[in-house]
């Protein structure tokens, strides 16, 4: 399958290309150039599937012309190695918890993936690959654990200085070997402009091979999509009209449950669930797009003002509002409605949310008081644990730190640090 570029001026390219280059050279993202429905026969055995095998199914639709089917299953496989169930909370509304990966966090499904994708590609040309990313917390800890000590990838990590909570930073600082953190005076898009300078750049890409982590990159993206049949899969059939929310950030997470709609999983509606940093639900209320610099909030990960993977949702719908608004709405939650919420569901209910989970909670809830024949799930994005201080304020009392985090705790940070400038970024590379 090729790929086209959002922005319709770079040639099509091949999955190798797509997913080594990461952007576009116009600057675009990249899409695939078919996107059908699944076969009826896949819905109706979804339901009776396990994980993996849906995961494996939805790959060889886009990937299997690509790779061998042997080696795409053992991605697959590999990549999912742990649980991501489905919890009841109450009523008809679930969670879906993504924080079983050996990060603690969504972004282990994409990261693996891709970490995996990436090293076959990596030994097939022979060639150092140097991934770029930028974080504001999970996605840097998922990169780096996905890529360590990968042959063939080195992997430079950008996070804003003091904005990422404590046990994300331990994750991917403390890991040396072919992971470079570096500390960014400035803001997470600061660090994203970086890496996308970095790209567009043809001095520091003539010098060496660059690629993007992010969800940018249609390899870090794809996977995503697998846990939105799993979460229907396991919500059963005949539950009534499905909602999904999402805690969004840069729209990589929603726009693979989108991608999913696009494919036939029956959803029949998205919440894009935001903190104050409200620029898509703004554009879904009036159809007017305006990014401005991102507010620091306690859902940090979601402190995004200029959301990169929007870029594909417009193309996915043509650029329609109408249409977008129809199948996605917007709901904004403030800190201390953040706050809240994590304490009423845990006295109320038993359930730990954390600060992002929380977004999506409240989101779903609103929807289902307002339309009772909904059934459906939002996105648990990390483990409570990774933001112990806020969680702990929340419900005045402790939690245990798991051992999967734990494990970070006593080690050593190796940071470099750096002003919020390209050039200082490109001399550091070169």
Partial sequence: MLYYSTRKKAPAASLSEAVTKGLAPDGGLYMPEQMGLLPEDFFKRMYSMDFQDIAFEVAMYFLGNDLPAGELKRMVYDTLDFPVPLVHIHDRLCTLELF????????????????????YFTRCDHQELNVLVATSGDTGSAVANGFFQIPGIRVFVLYP?????????????TLGGNITAISVEGTFDDCQTIVKQAFADEELNRHMKLTSANSINWARLLP??????????QLGRDTGDIVCAVPSGNFGNICAGLIAKRLGLPVAHFIAATNINDIVPQYLKNGNFNPRPS???????????????FARIIDLYHGSHENISRDISGFVSTDEQ?????????TNHGYLLDPHGATGYRALKSCMDNHPSTSGFFIETAHPAKF?????SSINQEIALPPNLARFSNKISQIVEMPASFEAFKEFLI
Avoid: C
């Fill in 388 to 392: 112990t201080e806020i969680v702990e």
């Fill in 161 to 173: 200085r003091g904005l990422v909570s404590t046990v994300q930073e331990k994750q991917f600082t």
């Fill in 338 to 346: 953040i706050r809240l919420t994590i304490k009423d569901v845990y």
């Fill in 295 to 309: 507010v620091a909030t306690i859902a940090n990960a979601m402190d995004v003002g200029n959301p990169s993977n």
């Fill in 100 to 119: 079983h990966g050996p990060t603690m966090a969504f972004k282990d499904v994409g990261a693996r993936f891709m970490a995996r994708l990436l090293g």
């Fill in 224 to 233: 995503q999509s697998f846990y939105y049949f799993w979460g229907v899969a």
